[in-house]
C-alpha cells in the first residue's frame, strides 16, 4: 500500500475518533473505547502492516489535544494500542482479503487486546493516583474490556465482509 494512502487512512480513522470525543463530555468519553476499537481493527485489516499503529499514534495526539494535560498519556495509550491490535491480529493470524475475514479469529484478537489496554491505561493512571481506584471500577474495566473488544471485533468483521473486503487492493 503507498504512503499516501496509509496517510490518509490514519488521518481519516484518528479524525473520527476526535470528533466521537469532541461531543462527548470526559468521564464518559472513556466509554467510546468501542468505536476506537472498531476503527484500529479496521485501519489493521486495510493496511496490513502497522494499521492500528499508525491510527493509534495520530488519534493519541488528536485526542489529547482535547486535555491537554494528558496529552502524554493519550498518545502513550492511543499509540500501544494500536501496537498491541496490530500484534493480536498478527498473532491470530486474520487475514483480511477480498473473500472477506474470519469473524471468530477477529473478535479473539479484538477482546483480548481491548482487555489488556483497559487494564494496563487504568491500572497506570490508578497507581499514579491520576483517578481512585476501587473494587467496582476495576470489575467494570475487567468486564468492559473484553465486551467493547468483542463488540468492536463482530462490528469490524461485519462491516468487512459485508462492504469493505471489495475495496482489496
Known sequence: MHKITRLLIAAFFASIMFITRFFVPVPFDRLLIAVDAVLLALAALFVKTFGATYVGAVGGVLVGLLLPSFLPFSIIFMFLYGVIVDAFIFLFRVDASGLGVDRNRLVAAMAIATLLIAVLSYYATAVLGLIPSYLYIDILVLFMG????????????????????????
Open 146 to 169: 473484553p465486551a467493547s473488544g468483542v463488540s468492536a471485533g463482530y462490528a469490524a468483521a461485519y462491516l468487512w465482509n459485508k462492504y469493505l473486503k471489495a475495496m482489496v487492493l
